[in-house]
Antibody, heavy 120, light 107 residues
Framework: QLQLQESGPGLVKPSETLSLTCTVS??????????WGWIRQPPGKGLEWIGS???????YYNPSLKSRVTISVDTSKNQFSLKLSSVTATDTAVYYC????????????WGQGTLVTVSS | EIVLTQSPGTLSLSPGERATLSCRAS???????LAWYQQKPGQAPRLLIS???SRATGIPDRFSGSGSGTDFTLTISRLEPEDFAVYYC????????FGGGTKVEIK
């Protein structure tokens, strides 16, 4: 059974870099059938796609966040990671990782999410 | 960038009633890449419908999706207590975009 688990600090200071890792179990991150993505949800608000990565390392970013986002993959650990630089309070959100079907381009499986608060 | 507008923002219904949720795109989108999700408080979203009308694995048949072009609909034929939640549509053109959501609440 596929599981995705986000991990990383729950509190980040303004202007610093938010770093999260998603560990995939029950399936291979190297499958050609899927992308792997990050989505966030500010408290009480809707969903925002941050970016996605293919096992080969090809990346796709939300244009509104592109200048601050880096997503990477480590196939040996079955993990992919998110770095968001120069954070402000508006980056406070629940961050989800998810598996995206290449064929249907939908977010098939989601991690439980992790709340990251930006505050001094 | 394509914008998805969901309506209504909130739908107040009773168990057993029919729910009709709308998702309108600012320009035509491929039905193949239109999906619907359900999110309950404190939980991650769950994929309900892909390809505009195909139910995901394990989704009850009271959920159905339809539409094409710029107008898409999610219908819940008879609301069960566990269906009261927020629903999002999502399309994947050049990049993924989510609608703002419709909350289905108990009347």
């Amino acid at each position: 059974q596929l599981q995705l688990q986000e991990s990383g600090p729950g509190l980040v200071k303004p202007s610093e870099t938010l770093s999260l890792t998603c560990t995939v179990s029950g399936g291979s991150i190297s499958s050609s059938s899927y992308y792997w993505g990050w989505i966030r949800q500010p408290p009480g608000k809707g969903l925002e796609w941050i970016g996605s990565i293919y096992y080969s390392g090809s990346t796709y970013y939300n244009p509104s966040l592109k200048s601050r986002v880096t997503i990477s993959v480590d196939t040996s650990k079955n993990q992919f990671s998110l770095k968001l630089s120069s954070v402000t309070a508006t980056d406070t959100a629940v961050y989800y990782c998810a598996r995206i079907a290449v064929a249907g381009r939908n977010f098939q499986h989601w991690g439980q999410g992790t709340l990251v608060t930006v505050s001094s | 960038e394509i914008v998805l507008t969901q309506s209504p923002g909130t739908l107040s219904l009773s168990p057993g009633e029919r729910a009709t949720l709308s998702c309108r795109a600012s320009q035509g989108v491929s039905s193949s890449y239109l999906a619907w999700y359900q999110q309950k408080p404190g939980q991650a979203p769950r994929l309900l419908i892909s390809g505009a009308s195909s139910r995901a694995t394990g989704i009850p048949d009271r959920f159905s999706g339809s539409g094409s072009g710029t107008d898409f609909t999610l219908t819940i034929s008879r609301l069960e207590p566990e269906d009261f939640a927020v629903y999002y549509c999502q399309q994947y053109g050049s990049s993924p975009v989510f609608g703002g959501g419709t909350k289905v609440e108990i009347k």
